[in-house]
Each structure stands twice: as C-alpha cells, then as structure tokens.
C-alpha cells in the first residue's frame, strides 16, 4: 500500500532546541501539505508545495517555521528555535493535482516542546 | 476565504443506528471539492469520501454516502448501519479547483457509537 511516512513520531524536546519532521509522499504525487493539528486551533494549514515550488506558506510563522522539499521524495519541517506553543501533532500530507478526490495523510508528527 | 461549519461537536448513536453529520460550508468558487475524513483515538487522518461541486449524483463509498445540497451549501455524511468502529472524530473540508488546492477544515463532530 503506498503511504505518506512522516519521521519522528513522537518528539519530546526542550524550549529553543531544532526540530527537523520529515515527510516522504506517496511516489508521483506532485503536492505535498503541511497541516498542524491542535486542541485550540483544530487543523490549520502551515505551507505547501506543488512541483516542490512553495504555493502557500503564509500559515507559518516565518521567523521561526521553514518548509522546504530538496527533491521530490522528502518534504521537511523545520522549527528553530522551538517554543512550547509549537507543541501540537503536524501532518503531511500528499496528492496529486490534476486527480480530483482524496488527498493521503500520514500518520503524523506528535511534538512536545517544554 | 472559505469556510466549514459543523455544528455538532459530539454524537451519541446506537449501533447498527443510520448516523447523518452536519456540515455547511462558504465559499465564492464556482469549482471546489468536498471532503470527509475520519480520525480515530489513534491519531491517523483517513479520507472517506469526495464530491466535486459539479458532480450531479451524490457520491457513496461503501456505508457512506455524502448528501450534497449545492443551493442550501450543505454536505452531510451519511453512515449506514453504524459500527462501534466508527467511533472517531469527524472532519469535513472543503478546496478550491476540485480539491487540488489548500483543504479548509471545519472544527470536527466526535461520534460515539453506543452498543
């Protein structure tokens, strides 16, 4: 079954540390979603890419969020430096445009700054 | 912008029981896609269903159907014959170009199914 991977899991980390997630998406999908989910706030979506071009990031906090996909396998998501309102679990996600219908989540990144 | 309502933050429904969750939505496109995902306690986000704005029959997979009123802004999921796994959170969205842009999420109905 083809699938989204989204590496780590689970992150437990301290205020002001790096935390890089990962996302590999489905091969052959061309766009690819970064969402953050949390209690207060539900899914908010935080950039994403079509072609690995950046179409949206106007949902991140650019002075310490940055999103990129340095080849058409590998999304990542980066924050530097983290702060305890950064806890929250984020999801990629992946599709293909030009295919109407779903659009593929993985399993999520869960981040507990402190 | 565009925007999802759902309206009921929780449901309690007796297995084998049809379930019907609301969900309304805003938006000036002409063309857009509808979706429904499920998430249970387990986190992961699953796609159910799919309606594209010029789609004319309402779309079903399986024991969900997707009641999709384009003039009163609705689409409402239907489960059939509910199941005790079928207990999750669910979200309705909605996006642009039939769903090949960015998904607007509504705030999500939790739905307990009772044996």
């Known amino acids: 079954d083809a699938r989204v991977t989204q590496t780590p899991r689970h992150k437990v980390t301290e205020m002001g540390q790096e935390v890089t997630m990962r996302c590999q998406p489905i091969?052959?999908?061309?766009?690819v979603f970064w969402y953050r989910q949390t209690m207060m706030q539900g899914l908010e979506l935080l950039a994403y890419?079509?072609?690995?071009?950046?179409?949206?990031d106007s949902g991140m906090p650019k002075d310490r969020f940055s999103a990129e996909m340095p080849d058409a396998t590998l999304a990542t998501l980066k924050i530097q430096p983290s702060e305890p309102r950064d806890s929250a679990v984020y999801f990629c996600a992946s599709g293909y445009r030009g295919r109407t219908g779903e659009l593929f989540f993985g399993e999520g990144s869960r981040l507990t700054v402190l | 912008a565009q925007k999802i309502t759902q309206t009921q933050p929780g449901m309690f429904v007796q297995e084998k029981e049809a379930v019907t969750l609301d969900c309304t939505y805003d938006t000036s496109d002409q063309s857009y896609g509808l979706f429904w995902y499920k998430q249970p306690s387990s986190g992961e986000m699953i796609f159910l269903i799919y309606?594209?704005?010029?789609?004319?029959q309402n779309a079903t997979e399986g024991r969900y159907s997707l009641n999709f009123q384009k003039a009163r802004k609705s689409a409402n999921l239907v489960i059939s014959a509910s199941q005790l796994g079928d207990s999750a959170m669910y979200f309705c969205?909605?996006?642009?170009?039939?769903?090949?842009?960015?998904?607007?999420f509504g705030t999500g109905t939790r739905l307990t199914i009772i044996p």
């Open positions: 309606q594209g704005s010029y789609d004319e």
């Open positions: 969205a909605i996006a642009s170009n039939f769903g090949n842009e960015k998904l607007t």
């Open positions: 091969l052959g999908h061309n766009t």
């Open positions: 890419f079509r072609n690995r071009a950046p179409l949206d």
